[in-house]
């Protein structure tokens, strides 16, 4: 039970997480990058070219780890209320009802507090992605 919580919680933020980072790059202004670039700041360049394919790493944040997100915590879910019925003498449809609508208000309502974020914050949230993006690309090379 203790890992199906763990493996929900983690996929739920993970979600909230790439929802963030794909409002963000929809929401940036490309111009503070040009000039973190020109003084060679570390993520600058990797920044702008996350700004440059937007719609693409949108749609990839979005909607292709959203949706698995959402897949993998709703069949974590459904573990969760097939053990929690098991040991539980409350009527399953109440319970998995409730589990429901708990994992739906956490994701729905992290998402919604992501985007206001996303959107205040975005020169912030697509530099440090480009930091993080620029760290791996260096250790790769």
Do not use: Y
Not at 1 to 16: D, E, K, R, S, Y
Not at 62 to 67: A, E, H
Not at 109 to 137: M, N
Request: one cysteine or more.
């Amino acid at each position: 039970m203790a890992v199906a919580l763990l493996v929900l919680m983690l996929f739920i933020i993970l979600g909230i997480l790439f929802d963030i980072i794909g409002v963000s790059v929809t929401a940036a202004d490309e111009r503070p990058f040009h000039s973190m670039a020109a003084h060679k700041e570390k993520g600058a360049a990797e920044a702008l070219n996350l700004l440059h394919h937007a719609s693409r790493v949108s749609s990839f944040c979005n909607d292709v780890v959203g949706d698995i997100c959402g897949i993998v915590s709703g069949t974590t879910a459904a573990v969760i209320v097939t053990r929690l019925q098991a040991s539980s003498p409350l009527n399953g449809v109440l319970l998995s009802v409730g589990v429901t609508a708990l994992i739906s208000g956490l994701t729905i309502g992290g998402k919604a507090l992501g985007k206001t974020l996303a959107i205040s914050k975005s020169t912030q949230v697509v530099f440090l992605v480009g930091r993080f993006l620029h760290f791996f690309h260096r250790s790769s090379n």
